[in-house]
């Protein structure tokens, strides 16, 4: 069986209108491991990763250059499908942000907008929200409340549903920009759990500013600053022994 691949990206830079945000990023994150995004504030961690489902090109004046390829496929090369792009490539937010609907129908979302009416039977939903709640350790709280509004969840179960929200379609990236930071430490420690169960299945890259989470949740850690790459290393070794001096002032708390 041939091996899920996961992110490159080759010599990427992009510019909001005269601003180059990042410098020649080259990278390679694999699947089957969570990759952190660490770095003071504007640095371009965000930026990068809203590269990886190209949605910075909503904002006007938005250019960018270099390649990007994802289980093979360069997504920025012309006519790739955009909606299928993001069928593949899912993305959480820093705070939860569930539809004003059910927590069915939130599961379903995707669904409903990549498979016209009647293509899927009612127990093909009836699985797919099953398990996705169960695959997010939601099944056994919520399997009686599926007709309950999402916006009544706690942030904790509100922040699992919208991981379960992109499981239906099955996509095989999870781009995730701070998704504890709405979190209490309890609920942090929970979702952190969660993300260390999904690690086998998808190529998770997760931005966070908190260097304890990165040091405990993510395989693997990227160090960006001014836009630019530092430092990919494993993680142990990027905090450990940091082969850059300005990684290492970082790690240490002397600047960000």
Known sequence: MTKPQGIRTENLSLWYGQFQALLDVSLEIHH?????LIGPSGCGKTTLLRCFNRINERIDGVRTAGHVHILGEDIYAPGVDLVELRKRVGMVFQRPNPLPLSVRENVLFGLRIHFRRGELRKDELAHAVEASLKEVGLWEALKDKLGHRATSLSLEQQQKLCIARLLPLRPEVLLMD?????????ATQRVEQL???????????????NMAQA??????????????LIEHRRTEDLFISPKDERTANYVEGRFG
Request: proline share 5%; net charge positive; hydrophobic share 35%.
């Open 195 to 209: 993300i260390r169960e999904l690690r086998d299945r998808y190529t998770i890259l997760i931005v966070t500013h």
């Open 178 to 186: 701070e998704p504890c930071s709405a979190l209490d430490p309890a």
């Open 215 to 228: 040091r405990r949740i993510s395989d693997e850690c990227i160090f960006m600053l001014l836009g630019k």
């Open 32 to 36: 089957g491991r969570v990759t952190g």
